[in-house]
């Protein structure tokens, strides 16, 4: 009940204490304007897209756009990120605007004219490239917002980031990459930033739609691997040996009790999934190990701890209740994507005036997760999804996201544009008068 008078509190304290930049009539003539550009960088980005670390020429179009535009470039962050710095002509705060580049290891399926057929070398092996994520769109909309604050960059009161990011989806086996790179490189400073906004385009959101969320948005992800070592033996003879298949077995349904009877989950969601298991050649030869690798995904930062000790009991003790022994090996990937409560209380009325109240929706927490949540760990950040499924059409049967059917109504970008527009100048504005 508390947390439901929080959101509650926050949708009414947000609009309601919302203020109209004067610039906002000019960015959305100026955005309307731009809809037929973007959609064309979008759907060039589309049919030429590039793995993550390697977005060399998605890269160079993004440069020359913003060069184009008179602003200040960097090139090269985080191996392929590029950063452009708009300085308005009146003082004020710093904000930052991300939008994420990379492609996906996936063949597209789609018939559009503008469908990739690009092929590349993913860790060794010769694959599809698609935006299947929808990078594609957070691309143009992000050139299409540069080149509106742009236009009127005398009156705007502050300065303007731009931070083109590679690697979201996850750098090369050995490689650093992605926002954690970034900030790491020092894009968050010179001049530091003093709030974040980015956006995801969603396949299952109708266009014209906004979804948000205060607080912990999307998951922390981690990944594990578990090795159970036994004792080789003719399958003819298991008492011979020790059985790691057995062994697993019991601990994959050993960690389902984790979330079950280990968390509180009135308190937030979690999840724990094995995604691959592999051990044995021949169906008569107990083998002597077997490898399993998993992901992990919590919001809330004890059960993100207890979650990582309970995988290294139950493993652990359940092997050596058989005789064998397993190792295990977690690893923390992303942080959860936070939306800072002020700033959402704040801004959320810009979403609304821009949108229309009724399309603009409170959502649950999804339980992917956003290397966003890196900048969101050093500045204020605000993160929202921006529907990009053809009007109509039933969530339930629209392709997800990575898949070779994802698909995107690139009629949803204008609203894309707009929003980030007007986020920027009314935080400005905001600011400007405290």
Not at 38 to 43: F, L, N, Q, Y
Not at 268 to 294: C, D, H, L, S, Y
Request: charged letters at 20%.
């Amino acid at each position: 009940m508390r947390r439901l008078l929080l959101l509650t509190s926050l949708t009414v304290a947000g609009f309601s204490s919302f203020a109209q930049s004067p610039l906002s009539t000019k960015i959305d003539q100026k955005a309307k304007a731009l809809e037929p550009k973007v959609i064309e960088w979008r759907r060039d980005f589309h049919q030429n897209p590039e793995l993550g670390n390697r977005e060399f020429k998605t890269a160079e179009k993004i440069a020359a756009h913003l060069k184009s535009l008179g602003i200040e470039v960097q090139t090269g962050v985080g191996h392929t990120g590029v950063v452009g710095l708009l300085k308005g002509g009146k003082p004020g705060p710093v904000v930052a605007l991300r939008a994420d580049m990379d492609g996906l290891p996936v063949t597209e399926r789609v018939d559009v004219p503008f469908k990739s057929t690009v092929t590349a070398d993913y860790n060794g092996q010769k694959v599809g490239v698609m935006h299947a994520c929808g990078h594609d769109t957070h691309i143009s909309i992000l050139m299409g917002v540069a080149e509106v604050l742009a236009s009127m960059k005398g009156d705007l009161k502050g300065t303007v980031k731009f931070i083109f990011q590679p690697a979201e989806e996850g750098a090369p086996e050995g490689e650093e990459g992605g926002a954690k790179l970034m900030i790491k490189e020092g894009v968050l400073e010179n001049p530091k930033v003093d709030a974040i906004f980015g956006l995801h385009i969603n396949s299952q959101t109708e266009v014209g739609k906004i979804g948000y969320k205060p607080g912990a948005t999307m998951a922390a992800v981690d990944f594990f691997s578990i090795d159970v070592k036994g004792k080789q033996t003719h399958g003819a003879y298991p008492w011979s040996g020790v059985d790691p298949i057995v062994t697993s077995s019991q601990i994959v349904m050993g960690l389902q009790t984790i979330v079950s009877r280990n968390l509180d989950l009135t308190k937030a969601p979690a999840v724990v999934t094995i995604g691959a298991i592999n051990g044995g050649i021949r169906q008569n030869i107990i083998p002597e190990q077997v490898k399993m690798i998993g992901t992990i995904r919590t919001f809330d930062e004890d059960m993100h701890v207890k979650v990582h000790k309970r995988i290294t009991e139950i493993a652990t003790n359940i092997a050596e209740s058989a005789g064998a022994k397993a190792d295990v090996n977690i690893g923390i990937l992303y942080p959860v994507t936070y939306n800072d409560i002020p700033l959402t209380e704040e801004m959320v009325g810009t979403l609304k005036d821009v949108a229309g109240k009724d399309n603009v929706k409170l959502v649950p927490a999804a339980s992917g997760a956003e290397d966003f949540s890196f900048f969101q760990q050093k500045v204020p950040g605000f993160f929202f999804f921006l529907g990009g499924m053809p009007v109509g059409k039933d969530p339930l049967t629209a392709s997800a996201h990575h898949t070779p059917d994802f698909f995107i109504d690139d009629s949803g970008m204008l609203l894309g544009v707009r929003s980030l527009s007007r986020l920027t100048v009314d935080y400005m504005e905001k600011k400007a008068k405290k």
